[in-house]
């Protein structure tokens, strides 16, 4: 018999009591490993799941409406970027957003959806600190699978209390407020993201109004790669604000000039926006790199270094 600790008071205990021992203060189940045929599982109500998921999920809405950063899409600048502040900062409440069920963009897979995943170096360096195995190809290294890349740093960054993930879920539009820092009162400053279930977000064509939801930040980090569906979502929104003059648009591929334009142009694009990632060609009209993924790791951790000296001064 297994003893565990007492169901919530709110959902009575209304199951056939066969095979089941109870006592008023701690119940006692009479569960049992049998993989031949007799394998009994702890009793349990149906509402009793419900409950646990909506009062994490729910709490944890209420508690992140309110978060210290924001970072929109969880592929590999996003992912390395949340993992890079949260371990610096466990203090910052950090909500990462992805449209996606399933986070890590497009980082599941190499190039031309083969799966080994080029790393160029220096950025091997954080695939050391993930501890993510590589062959080293002298100026590059090479993951055997880029799910393993994505797995690790995605777990470890579900692992970090200070983070949350709310995945199926589309950042919609900007929150943008007069930028305090601004004596003249003239400039704008992104003060947090507009979201929604995403899909709903896809269906605002068929359905009348269904509005949004917000979340407010200090600081919110744009990742969502180049353009597509719902990429380059900040870089657009910035233009149609106003708050950009036009979008650069990614240009061809080269490697070469593509990774360190996006590394070293990883910064506050407007006031209280960081951008990072593939997002960044689209902004500021640099290369492509292709299937080359160190400049995503090193700009995402740029970003997260952008975001702890904005918090600071
Ligand atoms: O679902 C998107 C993806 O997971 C998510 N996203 C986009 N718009 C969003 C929105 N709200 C919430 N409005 C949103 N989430 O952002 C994530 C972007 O991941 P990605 O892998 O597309 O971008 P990245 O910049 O992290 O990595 C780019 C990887 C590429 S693309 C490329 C090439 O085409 O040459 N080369 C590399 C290395």
Redesign the pocket.
């Known amino acids: 018999a297994v003893v565990y600790g007492s169901l919530p008071d709110e959902v009575p205990l209304l199951l056939n009591k066969n095979g089941l021992k109870a006592d008023a203060t701690n119940r006692t189940y009479d569960v049992k490993e049998d993989y031949e045929g007799n394998y009994r599982f702890a009793p349990i109500e149906e509402a009793q799941v419900s409950r646990a998921m909506i009062k994490r999920y729910f709490n944890m809405m209420y508690e992140r409406a309110i978060s210290d950063v924001v970072i ?7 992912l390395s970027c949340a993992y890079h502040l949260a371990k610096s900062r466990p203090d910052l409440k950090i909500t990462i ?4 069920v399933a ?5 599941w897979l190499g190039g031309q959806l083969m799966t080994p995943m080029v790393v160029r170096k220096p950025a091997d360096r954080f695939l050391e600190e993930l501890g993510v195995p590589y062959e080293d190809e002298g100026p590059f290294v090479v993951v055997k699978h880029a799910a393993l890349f994505t797995s690790t740093v995605l777990s470890r960054v579900l692992a970090l209390p200070n983070v949350v993930l709310m995945n199926a ?4 539009d900007l929150i943008v407020r007069p930028d305090p820092r601004d004596p003249a009162g003239q400039r704008q400053r992104v003060a947090g993201v507009v979201t929604n279930w995403t899909l709903v977000a896809l269906n605002h064509d068929t359905q009348s109004c269904m509005d949004p939801n917000v979340i407010t930040a200090p600081v919110i980090i744009s ?4 353009d ?1 569906p ?2 380059a ?1 900040s870089a657009k929104r910035l233009v149609s604000m106003g708050l950009l003059k036009e979008l650069g648009n990614m240009r061809g ?1 080269d490697m070469n000039r593509a990774e360190p334009a996006i590394v070293n142009g990883t910064r506050e694009v407007a006031p209280g926006l960081i951008m ?4 960044l060609s689209e902004h500021d009209g640099s290369n ?6 160190g ?2 790791m090193a700009s ?1 951790i740029k970003a997260a270094r952008e975001a702890i000296r904005i918090l600071e001064t």
Do not use: C, Y
């Open positions: 929109i899409g969880a592929g590999s600048a996003g957003i992805e449209a996606n986070p890590g963009g497009g980082a879920t589309a950042v919609e990742a969502t790669g180049h597509g719902m990429g979502f591929l990072t990632g593939m997002e492509r790199m292709g299937p080359t993924f400049a995503m995402g």
